[in-house]
C-alpha cells in the first residue's frame, strides 16, 4: 500500500523570507520543504506574517505512515530554532503560530494522485555526496515500456523536476544531470521519481 500525504498550511515569520518546514511521522522526520506561498487570506483577516508564510507539499509514502494523528509539523528558523507548528482550528486561535492540515491519499493500486492524474510514484534516496555525480541512469532487467519519466524532490513544481523518458524494450536509459541546474537546486537527497506506466524492477544509479 502507497499513498500520497499532503500537508498544507502557513507558519507565522518575522520577514518575508521562507522558512524550512519540517513534517514528522512518529518523532521521525518524512520531509524537509520551504514556505514559499503568499496568504493573501491571513491580511484579510489581520493577521500580520511574512510574504513567504504558506507552504503544501505532496509526499509519496509508503504502507508504514497510516494514522495522520502521528504526523507533526515544525518550523526551523535560520538560527535552528524549533517551533511546533499546530493542526489547524477556529479562526483565530492558531494566529500567533501558523497552522496545518493534512490529507493522506491511500492507493490500493500503486499509483498516487499527482495534480489531476494519478502516476506511479517511488520514493528514492540518492547518496550524500550525490552532487558530485553527472549522470543519472535507469536500468531494468526486464525491459521497459515506452513512458515519460520525471525525478523531483517537491512534487507539482516543473521547474524542480529533472525529466526523462523510456523506449520498450530498451533496458537502460539515461540523463545528463550535471548540466542540469535543477540537480544543483534540490534542498535533500530525497527525491521521488514519477511514471505514467508501470514497469518491472525499476533501478536507479549515479554515474561520474
Known amino acids: 500500500m502507497k499513498g500520497m500525504l499532503t500537508v498544507f498550511g502557513w507558519a507565522k515569520t518575522a520577514d518575508d523570507e521562507a522558512v524550512t518546514i519540517d513534517v514528522k511521522y512518529n518523532k521521525d522526520l518524512v520531509f524537509t520543504g520551504k514556505s514559499s506561498s503568499e496568504r493573501d487570506d491571513l491580511a484579510i ?4 506574517t511574512g510574504k513567504k508564510s504558506g507552504f503544501r507539499f505532496d509526499i509519496p509514502v509508503t504502507g508504514n505512515i497510516t494514522d ?3 504526523v507533526s509539523v515544525e518550523q526551523v528558523n535560520a538560527a535552528g530554532v524549533r517551533t511546533a507548528v499546530p493542526f489547524v482550528a477556529a479562526p483565530g486561535v492558531n494566529d500567533a503560530t501558523g497552522e496545518y492540515g493534512l490529507q493522506l491519499d491511500a492507493s490500493p493500486d500503486g499509483k498516487l494522485q499527482v495534480g489531476a492524474t494519478r502516476k506511479y510514484v517511488e520514493r528514492v534516496t540518492l ?4 552532487l558530485g555525480y553527472n549522470w543519472i541512469v535507469a536500468q531494468s532487467d526486464f525491459g521497459f515500456s515506452n513512458d515519460s519519466f520525471s525525478l523531483y524532490d517537491a512534487a507539482g513544481d516543473a521547474n ?4 526523462f523518458s523510456t523506449l520498450r524494450p530498451k533496458n537502460l536509459a539515461a540523463a545528463r544531470v550535471s548540466s542540469c541546474p535543477t540537480w544543483y537546486g534540490w534542498e535533500s537527497n530525497v527525491v521521488y521519481l514519477q511514471h505514467d506506466k508501470e514497469q518491472v524492477n525499476v533501478q536507479l544509479s549515479l554515474v561520474k
Open 68 to 70: 495522520t494523528t502521528l
Open 127 to 130: 547518496p550524500e555526496n550525490y
Open 45 to 48: 483577516r489581520g493577521v500580520v
Open 160 to 163: 524542480r523536476s529533472i525529466n
